[in-house]
């Protein structure tokens, strides 16, 4: 029996004991890329947060089940937790850079993440992560293995984290609002290597995201969120086109469109 990729059942999350998250279901299967859109505060990124056990010492999941392949993941140890956290899902944080370890190199990040789950030679690490960092236009690789993550701007360590989560191609990947640091050129290139990378491996992906554009790019199928309730859910293409709720309505006529006016000017 081949079970879901993903699967959540009547997930309830609370805060201090308040509920935030209600109710919540969805299921994921291989290789599908799942969009979570929503205003903020709707709960987007508490959900996969909830999946990889990051919720701290503050959140839980008071009511339902989080389904991995079939494994509960709400029943599982937390050191066979970290065993599934690389190889099998990865997170992407929204800034990565509080992610990681400021007094530890670029480079050796790299190698402990990737040695912690596999036999691995350093010089073979760094030849993927640089490979990485070229499609993803970072370039001068082996500058930044050698650097701490002080030394790298904002959006470099952005970077370097999308590709410290990618580049053990994990099943799964997690990705909160992964690309908001980051400019328009750097946006796509990191978009277009994520679904390269669902195409070569059937990794799946999860993409906490504002941005309807991106949405309505790269994805099978949306969640629409709103204060902690699934309001929508279904094939992107036709939720986007010919959307059943208002609340769905109201957010996609929220983007702003541009027009060429009579003198041809861009208006919004």
Do not use: W
Not at 131 to 147: A, M, T, V, W, Y
Not at 182 to 210: C, K, P, W, Y
Not at 241 to 256: D, E, F, H, M, R
């Amino acid at each position: 029996m081949q079970y879901p990729l993903l699967e959540m059942q009547h997930v309830e999350i609370s805060y201090d004991g308040k509920p935030t998250v209600f109710d919540f279901n969805l299921t994921m299967q291989q290789g599908e890329i799942l969009g979570i859109v929503g205003e903020s505060g709707s709960g987007k990124s508490t959900l996969i947060k909830a999946a990889m056990g990051l919720l701290g010492t503050a959140g839980a999941v008071t009511r339902g089940d989080i389904y991995y392949k079939g494994q509960n993941i709400l029943d599982i140890q937390p050191e066979e937790l970290r065993l599934l956290r690389g190889p099998e899902m990865g997170m992407i944080f929204q800034n990565c850079g509080s992610a990681l370890c400021s007094i530890r190199t670029i480079g050796d990040q790299f190698y402990e993440s990737m040695k912690q789950h596999r036999r691995v030679k350093r010089e073979d690490v760094n030849e993927l992560a640089m490979k990485l960092f070229n499609k993803i236009n970072l370039p001068d690789g082996e500058r930044i293995l050698k650097s701490y993550p002080f030394e790298l701007s904002g959006g470099m360590n952005q970077r370097v984290g999308i590709v410290m989560a990618m580049i053990q191609k994990p099943d799964l990947l997690f990705a909160d609002e992964p690309t908001s640091a980051l400019d328009v050129t750097a946006q796509a290139q990191v978009i277009n290597e994520m679904m390269s990378l669902r195409n070569e491996f059937g990794m799946g992906i999860a993409i906490v995201t504002h941005n309807i554009g991106v949405v309505s790019y790269m994805t099978d199928k949306v969640a629409v969120m709103h204060q902690g309730h699934l309001v929508e859910y279904g094939d992107t293409q036709k939720v986007m086109n010919n959307p059943q709720k208002a609340y769905t309505k109201k957010l996609i006529q929220a983007v702003p469109r541009i027009r060429k006016s009579r003198a041809h000017e861009s208006v919004i």
